[in-house]
């Protein structure tokens, strides 16, 4: 039996209420999809822009290969002075010719009979 208001007429459903449940069944749906809306955009931001994203892959990229180019260069220079420590004796003796062209060279140390020519650089 339908619910009846004081005097004993049956109500009817109000209009109002249907229409506040549709509008917040409607804004409920709405939300939602803003909300997974702005987590896609979100989400796709990072992807691109992050710390692990494509920009910084590329820029870590780019870092690799310049680092890649330095040890190069440092294994060059090991290389070298490795040919010069066995140059002057590995063994523990030394090479005596090498060991004064380097006196001279860097240090240099000249001998009391020798005159030094200075040429101008190319």
């Given at each position: 039996m339908p619910p009846t208001d004081?005097?004993?007429?049956v109500m009817k459903r109000s209009v109002t209420m249907v229409?506040?449940?549709?509008?917040?069944?409607?804004?409920?749906?709405?939300?939602?999809?803003?909300?997974f809306g702005l987590a896609l955009v979100y989400f796709s931001y990072?992807?691109?822009?992050?710390?692990?994203?494509?920009?910084?892959?590329?820029r870590y990229s780019a870092d690799v290969r310049v680092l890649k180019a330095q040890?190069?260069?440092?294994?060059?220079?090991?290389?070298?002075?490795?040919?010069?420590?066995?140059?002057?004796?590995?063994?523990?003796t030394f090479d005596k010719d090498k060991l004064d062209e380097l006196v001279r060279q860097n240090l240099g140390y000249l001998r009391q009979d020798e005159i030094v020519i200075i040429l101008p650089s190319e």
């Open positions: 004081v005097r004993g007429s229409r506040g449940h549709k509008i917040r069944r409607i804004a409920s749906n709405v939300g939602l999809g803003v909300f990072q992807a691109l822009t992050g710390d692990y994203g494509t920009v910084a892959s590329a040890t190069a260069q440092l294994e060059r220079e090991r290389d070298a002075w490795r040919v010069l420590t066995n140059q002057l004796g590995a063994d523990g």
